[in-house]
């Protein structure tokens, strides 16, 4: 070898190092020519490679479905039984590369039973090329494949007007297309949109411009892909650093490692430290290849700050100036992956952004056809349903609109018995979290009242001598409710009341025993403890309710179906550090979670009927039988 | 805005990285499996890029079919040594002792004996949850499709039917007992991607890779090293010095070599520009049966 050729290789590798990459996605049935689309792609870029070729002459004389031609479909058809189907069925991953860029090529099927392969490879592509045949025009599949690139964010969009040479090359049959095509798309959002007739078959404009459509002045496909420009579609504005793992090697260094998600990660700059809400600089950007100003999406870094902060997996690093949403209850679209339809009772795993926490779907808002786009109501989505969804989640997340940001918009919900990715879902940001129904209001389970009894109202109340009603105690966990409640319950009991008493631990260790104290989980106990109460207030008998139900919002929606006219408020007041002394063996433990006063806000309440003292507890239960005589609630007036 | 844009192989590189850290937070117990091959060697120094400053939190596992090429495990060695890799070698005893082999067991036999149940052992019984493979979707047809996380059941089989949905670059993690995940972080790289990162990244390879005079019988058109005593005597002594190269390694027996004058990676990479041969046919295991890779994948190889 001469040392010229050499130096023509350095240089050559040189320049193909630098080649960018585009992520394509191709949308189209066996019978549009999309495998031979691909097929050509690849063979004329050189790709495919003399082995292969020589197995695939063997088996298009077996098994095509191409006549005497080279079956390029078979080449992409990796596995065996699809193969022999005729059809691919998962999503197969295909490589080319020319001198100017690189090509990562997502082929998935085109039927509707294949929506689900269709958006997983739709999730990672740049640009989507859309087949047409010709002879068909904009037909059903058309618009599904275009309404699912843009669920799915993708800005440029191929039409790729196939199968020209069966049409005589007729310019006519293609403006057609593209003007039906236009009508359509507009409703949609894709940005960028780009009309190109070919044969795939022949090779017309796939590689070479062809001859025979004189009157079409743009690229041939393989020119456009090498040229279009898609760099700028990332979100380089709002700074998101999803922390994936804490690095600490030694006493030293104490680094966050993390794929940056959007903005530019600079250094010296001051962020703010997800949930924690705590501020510091960044002190290094660090990665194996040396020390670094910045960095930007998609780049593996390690940044170090300058402050000690306490900062785990999850965790989000932002610029102060520009947030995202924190919030644990907010509206999705939804695309249903598994072949077991959707049970609403599930509490999904969902991993989002590297957090891992639980969600459960509080409603779908309407189901959305894929080839019509018509809205529908439905209870639960089957395999490859899409809807709009509202969900609650345990712990915050912290999210941008898909719209806005795909790495932080973007989430899997996780069968915790199968354990197998069920869903996927894509963030929308319309309405505010309080404006969202949540399970325990939804309207149509209180519009069930129970049926028709004998014996009407005034014949408890008489044989009773009470009004049936609630009387709820909330409190800090230590404040003394759960021995101020029992103690009413004797003095009422002994005065001829009728009563029930309900606390955590009786509710828990049998009706509500599959819950745990997430905020979520907290809100499904307590409803169903509102339930019992309503069921019992109407026939007659006063509950006796001890929960430290800490949310407000929770409360009210409790007051909703007991009945706001006999739901009476008490508040427990007490100090956390007065709980903390009278149940040392609960606040010592290590790693509490989900605790009221500590990591969970509890809401003072504004509108309670009485304060109560914790200080002076022993005084409490002679206060709320003043109130119920006064209130005529016992006995009755 | 010119500015921010990575090349293709910084791009893949960040890719990789992401993976691997995903698993090492993900998982309890991961292993990464190293075969010494080219691949393994970009995997090896993502995983260095993946934790620097610190020490990788997972170590190698090499699973040893005894009939690697002697410089592989010379490299191996070394590379362990000099880096500071925890290593990890295993290879199956039963066999072993039984003198399973290529030669006298054919390739079937010795890959399901010394490879295939040897990697299962090995798996099983440091019980590791995720096992990171150096495998590319472009290697063969039937890759093409698998999953970047990979899930396996308890019997540690692959079921390309059932395989989870995977979007963006969320990657489902949760398996039960007993279960595990195979990862590929260099799933979307090239043969092409891997030589030029090498070059890039002035990695060591093993110098199988280059070409030089070696001693090389013909069996069935497949020109076969001869690299110990263990080669039959009738078909060593046909052996003759030529200047081959490798472009997989793998147990000798079962590597074919090619003629070859790339001394360099940069003639390594002119010369696969010009090849119209794909890496694989230099595999002899893949030609057993239609859809042999495939069948190996479900019953666990990689």
Same mark, same amino acid.
């Given at each position: 070898?001469?040392?010229?050729?050499?130096?023509?290789?350095?240089?050559?590798?040189?320049?193909?190092?630098?080649?960018?990459?585009?992520?394509?996605?191709?949308?189209?049935?066996?019978?549009?020519?999309?495998?031979?689309?691909?097929?050509?792609?690849?063979?004329?870029?050189?790709?495919?490679?003399?082995?292969?070729?020589?197995?695939?002459?063997?088996?298009?004389?077996?098994?095509?479905?191409?006549?005497?031609?080279?079956?390029?479909?078979?080449?992409?058809?990796?596995?065996?039984?699809?193969?022999?189907?005729?059809?691919?069925?998962?999503?197969?991953?295909?490589?080319?590369?020319?001198?100017?860029?690189?090509?990562?090529?997502?082929?998935?099927?085109?039927?509707?039973?294949?929506?689900?392969?269709?958006?997983?490879?739709?999730?990672?592509?740049?640009?989507?090329?859309?087949?047409?045949?010709?002879?068909?025009?904009?037909?059903?599949?058309?618009?599904?494949?275009?309404?699912?690139?843009?669920?799915?964010?993708?800005?440029?969009?191929?039409?790729?007007?196939?199968?020209?040479?069966?049409?005589?090359?007729?310019?006519?049959?293609?403006?057609?297309?593209?003007?039906?095509?236009?009508?359509?798309?507009?409703?949609?959002?894709?940005?960028?949109?780009?009309?190109?007739?070919?044969?795939?078959?022949?090779?017309?404009?796939?590689?070479?411009?062809?001859?025979?459509?004189?009157?079409?002045?743009?690229?041939?496909?393989?020119?456009?892909?090498?040229?279009?420009?898609?760099?700028?579609?990332?979100?380089?504005?709002?700074?998101?650093?999803?922390?994936?793992?804490?690095?600490?090697?030694?006493?030293?260094?104490?680094?966050?490692?993390?794929?940056?998600?959007?903005?530019?990660?600079?250094?010296?700059?001051?962020?703010?430290?997800?949930?924690?809400?705590?501020?510091?600089?960044?002190?290094?950007?660090?990665?194996?290849?040396?020390?670094?100003?910045?960095?930007?999406?998609?780049?593996?870094?390690?940044?170090?700050?300058?402050?000690?902060?306490?900062?785990?997996?999850?965790?989000?690093?932002?610029?102060?100036?520009?947030?995202?949403?924190?919030?644990?209850?907010?509206?999705?679209?939804?695309?249903?992956?598994?072949?077991?339809?959707?049970?609403?009772?599930?509490?999904?795993?969902?991993?989002?952004?590297?957090?891992?926490?639980?969600?459960?779907?509080?409603?779908?808002?309407?189901?959305?056809?894929?080839?019509?786009?018509?809205?529908?109501?439905?209870?639960?989505?089957?395999?490859?349903?899409?809807?709009?969804?509202?969900?609650?989640?345990?712990?915050?997340?912290?999210?941008?609109?898909?719209?806005?940001?795909?790495?932080?918009?973007?989430?899997?919900?996780?069968?915790?018995?199968?354990?197998?990715?069920?869903?996927?879902?894509?963030?929308?940001?319309?309405?505010?979290?309080?404006?969202?129904?949540?399970?325990?209001?939804?309207?149509?389970?209180?519009?069930?009242?129970?049926?028709?009894?004998?014996?009407?109202?005034?014949?408890?109340?008489?044989?009773?001598?009470?009004?049936?009603?609630?009387?709820? @105690?909330? *409190?800090?966990?230590?404040?003394?409710?759960?021995?101020?409640?029992? /103690? !009413? #319950?004797?003095?009422?009991?002994?005065? =001829?009341?009728?009563?029930?008493?309900?606390?955590?631990?009786?509710?828990?260790?049998?009706?509500?025993?599959?819950?745990?104290?997430?905020?979520?989980?907290?809100?499904?106990?307590?409803?169903?403890?509102?339930?019992?109460?309503?069921?019992?207030?109407?026939?007659?008998?006063?509950?006796?309710?001890?929960?430290?139900?800490?949310?407000?919002?929770?409360?009210?929606?409790?007051?909703?179906?007991?009945?706001?006219?006999?739901?009476?408020?008490?508040?427990?007041?007490?100090?956390?550090?007065?709980?903390?002394?009278?149940?040392?063996?609960?606040?010592?433990?290590?790693?509490?979670?989900? @605790?009221? *006063?500590?990591?969970?806000?509890?809401?003072?309440?504004?509108?309670? /009927? !009485? #304060?109560?003292?914790?200080?002076?507890? =022993?005084?409490?239960?002679?206060?709320?039988?003043?109130?119920?005589?006064?209130?005529?609630?016992?006995?009755?007036? | 805005?010119?500015?921010?844009?990575?090349?293709?192989?910084?791009?893949?590189?960040?890719?990789?990285?992401?993976?691997?850290?995903?698993?090492?937070?993900?998982?309890?117990?991961?292993?990464?499996?190293?075969?010494?091959?080219?691949?393994?060697?970009?995997?090896?120094?993502?995983?260095?890029?993946?934790?620097?400053?610190?020490?990788?939190?997972?170590?190698?596992?090499?699973?040893?079919?005894?009939?690697?090429?002697?410089?592989?495990?010379?490299?191996?060695?070394?590379?362990?040594?000099?880096?500071?890799?925890?290593?990890?070698?295993?290879?199956?005893?039963?066999?072993?002792?039984?003198?399973?082999?290529?030669?006298?067991?054919?390739?079937?036999?010795?890959?399901?004996?010394?490879?295939?149940?040897?990697?299962?052992?090995?798996?099983?019984?440091?019980?590791?949850?995720?096992?990171?493979?150096?495998?590319?979707?472009?290697?063969?047809?039937?890759?093409?499709?698998?999953?970047?996380?990979?899930?396996?059941?308890?019997?540690?089989?692959?079921?390309?039917?059932?395989?989870?949905?995977?979007?963006?670059?969320?990657?489902?993690?949760?398996?039960?007992?007993?279960?595990?995940?195979?990862?590929?972080?260099?799933?979307?790289?090239?043969?092409?991607?891997?030589?030029?990162?090498?070059?890039?990244?002035?990695?060591?390879?093993?110098?199988?890779?280059?070409?030089?005079?070696?001693?090389?019988?013909?069996?069935?058109?497949?020109?076969?090293?001869?690299?110990?005593?263990?080669?039959?005597?009738?078909?060593?002594?046909?052996?003759?010095?030529?200047?081959?190269?490798?472009?997989?390694?793998?147990?000798?027996?079962?590597?074919?070599?090619?003629?070859?004058?790339?001394?360099?990676?940069?003639?390594?990479?002119?010369?696969?520009?010009?090849?119209?041969?794909?890496?694989?046919?230099?595999?002899?295991?893949?030609?057993?049966?239609?859809?042999?890779?495939?069948?190996?994948?479900?019953?666990?190889?990689?």
């Amino acid at each position: 070898m001469t040392t010229e050729t050499k130096l023509n290789i350095q240089d050559f590798l040189n320049q193909d190092e630098k080649k960018d990459l585009l992520r394509i996605l191709t949308a189209g049935s066996v019978d549009d020519g999309k495998s031979t689309l691909i097929g050509r792609l690849m063979f004329d870029s050189k790709m495919i490679y003399e082995d292969q070729l020589a197995a695939l002459e063997r088996d298009s004389k077996r098994i095509g479905h191409a006549g005497e031609d080279i079956d390029y479909a078979l080449l992409l058809d990796g596995l065996k039984a699809e193969r022999e189907q005729g059809i691919t069925i998962d999503v197969a991953y295909r490589y080319f590369s020319t001198n100017k860029r690189k090509f990562i090529i997502a082929d998935t099927p085109g039927h509707e039973q294949y929506t689900r392969n269709m958006v997983t490879g739709a999730s990672t592509a740049n640009l989507a090329i859309i087949l047409i045949d010709a002879t068909k025009g904009v037909i059903t599949q058309t618009r599904r494949h275009t309404f699912l690139v843009s669920l799915l964010g993708i800005k440029h969009v191929v039409l790729a007007v196939n199968k020209m040479d069966l049409v005589d090359f007729d310019q006519k049959v293609f403006d057609q297309i593209c003007e039906d095509y236009k009508n359509f798309v507009a409703q949609l959002d894709i940005p960028d949109v780009t009309f190109i007739p070919l044969s795939a078959l022949k090779g017309d404009n796939v590689v070479e411009p062809s001859k025979k459509m004189p009157w079409y002045n743009g690229k041939c496909m393989l020119n456009f892909l090498e040229n279009v420009h898609v760099s700028s579609d990332r979100n380089f504005e709002d700074m998101r650093y999803p922390v994936q793992y804490v690095l600490k090697p030694d006493n030293n260094f104490r680094g966050f490692s993390a794929r940056v998600a959007s903005g530019i990660v600079r250094k010296g700059e001051t962020v703010m430290v997800l949930p924690s809400k705590k501020t510091s600089k960044i002190k290094s950007i660090t990665t194996y290849d040396g020390e670094k100003d910045e960095a930007f999406p998609p780049e593996s870094v390690t940044v170090t700050l300058e402050d000690e902060i306490d900062i785990s997996r999850g965790d989000m690093l932002v610029y102060p100036d520009s947030l995202p949403r924190v919030e644990r209850h907010f509206e999705s679209m939804l695309v249903w992956m598994d072949e077991k339809p959707m049970d609403p009772t599930t509490h999904f795993f969902i991993k989002h952004a590297n957090n891992n926490t639980k969600a459960r779907i509080d409603k779908i808002q309407y189901k959305v056809d894929v080839n019509t786009m018509e809205r529908s109501s439905i209870d639960f989505f089957s395999l490859n349903e899409i809807g709009r969804v509202v969900l609650t989640t345990n712990k915050p997340l912290f999210f941008d609109p898909y719209k806005k940001n795909k790495s932080t918009g973007a989430f899997v919900l996780i069968d915790p018995m199968t354990n197998n990715t069920v869903a996927v879902g894509m963030i929308i940001d319309k309405l505010s979290s309080d404006n969202l129904p949540s399970r325990i209001t939804e309207d149509e389970r209180l519009q069930i009242r129970r049926g028709e009894g004998l014996i009407v109202n005034e014949q408890y109340e008489k044989r009773y001598n009470q009004k049936g009603a609630t009387l709820w @105690v909330t *409190g800090l966990h230590g404040s003394g409710k759960n021995e101020m409640a029992f /103690s !009413l #319950e004797k003095q009422l009991f002994e005065m =001829g009341a009728t009563v029930v008493l309900l606390d955590g631990s009786s509710v828990r260790s049998g009706l509500s025993k599959e819950l745990d104290y997430s905020p979520s989980d907290r809100a499904e106990h307590l409803r169903r403890v509102a339930e019992v109460c309503r069921l019992l207030n109407d026939q007659g008998i006063i509950t006796i309710c001890s929960f430290i139900s800490p949310d407000k919002e929770i409360r009210k929606q409790v007051a909703k179906i007991v009945g706001e006219d006999r739901f009476h408020l008490f508040h427990m007041k007490a100090d956390l550090d007065f709980c903390k002394k009278n149940k040392p063996e609960f606040y010592n433990q290590e790693n509490l979670e989900y @605790v009221p *006063g500590i990591d969970i806000t509890f809401d003072e309440p504004e509108n309670a /009927s !009485l #304060e109560l003292s914790a200080t002076d507890n =022993g005084k409490n239960p002679e206060k709320i039988i003043e109130f119920c005589r006064e209130n005529g609630i016992f006995p009755l007036q | 805005m010119k500015k921010y844009n990575l090349t293709h192989l910084r791009e893949l590189e960040a890719e990789a990285i992401h993976i691997i850290r995903e698993v090492a937070a993900e998982f309890e117990n991961p292993v990464m499996l190293y075969s010494i091959g080219k691949d393994s060697a970009v995997m090896v120094r993502l995983a260095e890029k993946a934790f620097y400053p610190g020490k990788v939190p997972f170590p190698l596992m090499h699973i040893d079919s005894k009939w690697k090429f002697k410089e592989m495990i010379e490299f191996r060695d070394n590379y362990a040594k000099e880096n500071g890799w925890d290593l990890i070698v295993h290879y199956n005893k039963q066999g072993y002792e039984a003198g399973v082999g290529p030669f006298t067991h054919g390739s079937k036999v010795h890959t399901d004996t010394m490879k295939t149940k040897a990697l299962l052992e090995g798996l099983s019984k440091y019980k590791f949850d995720a096992a990171f493979g150096g495998a590319r979707r472009d290697e063969e047809k039937s890759r093409a499709k698998e999953r970047i996380f990979s899930f396996r059941d308890k019997f540690h089989q692959w079921d390309p039917k059932n395989q989870r949905p995977e979007l963006w670059d969320i990657y489902n993690a949760r398996v039960h007992k007993g279960e595990s995940i195979r990862v590929f972080p260099i799933s979307n790289w090239t043969e092409l991607d891997v030589w030029q990162y090498i070059r890039l990244e002035n990695i060591p390879i093993v110098p199988l890779y280059y070409a030089k005079e070696r001693p090389v019988v013909n069996i069935d058109g497949n020109l076969i090293m001869a690299d110990d005593d263990r080669m039959p005597k009738e078909l060593a002594e046909k052996a003759e010095m030529k200047k081959i190269r490798f472009r997989t390694l793998g147990c000798y027996p079962l590597t074919g070599a090619v003629e070859s004058n790339a001394e360099t990676i940069e003639e390594i990479v002119e010369e696969m520009m010009t090849v119209t041969v794909s890496e694989r046919t230099t595999r002899v295991i893949d030609f057993d049966q239609e859809g042999s890779m495939e069948q190996k994948k479900r019953e666990g190889y990689f």
